[in-house]
C-alpha cells in the first residue's frame, strides 16, 4: 500500500519568516494530495490540495509543489502568522477521497515565534 | 456548510466491553471514512464506505467492524474494546467523485 513520510516532525520559525514541510510517497499510482491543518482541539481542515497533472497551487501565503518523478510534495507559507501554529498534515490518495481513502503522513508541528 | 458530527467527544469504556461510535453527516455524501488519530503516528483509515451497505477496509482494521445502514450515518464497532485501541477516532465524509474530506470533531476514547 501507499507510505507517505513527512518531515520534520517539529519546526520552529520566526513570525514572518517562511516555513516548509515536506512530503514524499511511495505509490506512483497515487494522485491527489491535500494539505491539513489541525489546531489544538480542533478537526483537521483542508487547506490546500494538488492533483497530479499540476505542478504548483498558490493560495494567498501558501503554495503546494509537486514533483511527480521524485515523489514529493511541499507546503510553503510564507510571511508566518500567530495563527498559522498547528499541526500540519500530508496525504496522498490514488483517486481521491472516493475509492481509496487517504494515507497520511506523522504530521508537523509548527511553531511560530513571535 | 457541511456538517459532520460524532456521537461522543469523550468515551470511557472497560477492556471487552462492546462500543460503538457514531458519525452522521448531513450533505448527503456518499463516501464516508474512519480514521484513528494517535500521537506521531498521524491518521491511519481504518474502515470505509461508499454507499450504504457497502464497506472497504482501509490499513487498519483488525479489531474494527463497521455499519452503513443509512446514507448519512456510519458507526465504527469495537467488537471487544482493548487498551491499544485508546485513541481519537475521526470521522469523514465527501462527494462521490470528490476528494475533499470533511472531518468530525473527533471522538476521545479510552479503554481501560
Known amino acids: 500500500g501507499e507510505n507517505v513520510e513527512q518531515h520534520p516532525s517539529t519546526l520552529s520559525v520566526q513570525e514572518g519568516d517562511s516555513a516548509v514541510i515536506k512530503c514524499t510517497y511511495s505509490?506512483?499510482?497515487?494522485?491527489?494530495f491535500p494539505w491539513y491543518k489541525q489546531e489544538l482541539g480542533k478537526r483537521p481542515q483542508l487547506i490546500i490540495d494538488?492533483?497530479?497533472?499540476?505542478g504548483e497551487k498558490k493560495d494567498q501565503r501558501i503554495a503546494v509543489t509537486l514533483n511527480k518523478t521524485a515523489k514529493h510534495f511541499s507546503l510553503h507559507i510564507t510571511e508566518t502568522q500567530p495563527e498559522d501554529s498547528a499541526v500540519y498534515f500530508c496525504?496522498?490518495?490514488?483517486?481521491?477521497?472516493?475509492?481509496?481513502?487517504?494515507?497520511f503522513g506523522k504530521g508537523t508541528h509548527l511553531i511560530i515565534q513571535p | 456548510d457541511v456538517k459532520v458530527t460524532q456521537s461522543s467527544r469523550y468515551l470511557v469504556k472497560r477492556t471487552g466491553e462492546k462500543v460503538f461510535l457514531e458519525c452522521v453527516q448531513d450533505?448527503?455524501?456518499?463516501?464516508m471514512f474512519w480514521y484513528r488519530q494517535d500521537p506521531g503516528l498521524g491518521l491511519r483509515l481504518i474502515y470505509f464506505?461508499?454507499?450504504?451497505?457497502?464497506?472497504e477496509k482501509g490499513d487498519i482494521p483488525e479489531g474494527y467492524s463497521v455499519s452503513r445502514e443509512k446514507k448519512e450515518r456510519f458507526s465504527l464497532i469495537l467488537e471487544s474494546a482493548s487498551t491499544n485501541q485508546t485513541s481519537m477516532y475521526l470521522c469523514?465524509?465527501?462527494?462521490?467523485?470528490?476528494?475533499?474530506?470533511?472531518f468530525g470533531p473527533g471522538t476521545r476514547l479510552t479503554v481501560l
Open positions: 469523514a465524509s465527501s462527494l462521490a467523485g470528490a476528494d475533499t474530506q470533511y
Open positions: 450533505m448527503d455524501h456518499e463516501n
Open positions: 464506505s461508499y454507499d450504504v451497505k457497502m464497506k
Open positions: 494538488i492533483r497530479s497533472n499540476v
Open positions: 505509490d506512483s499510482a497515487s494522485n491527489y
Open positions: 496525504a496522498a490518495s490514488k483517486s481521491g477521497g472516493g475509492a481509496d481513502g487517504l494515507t
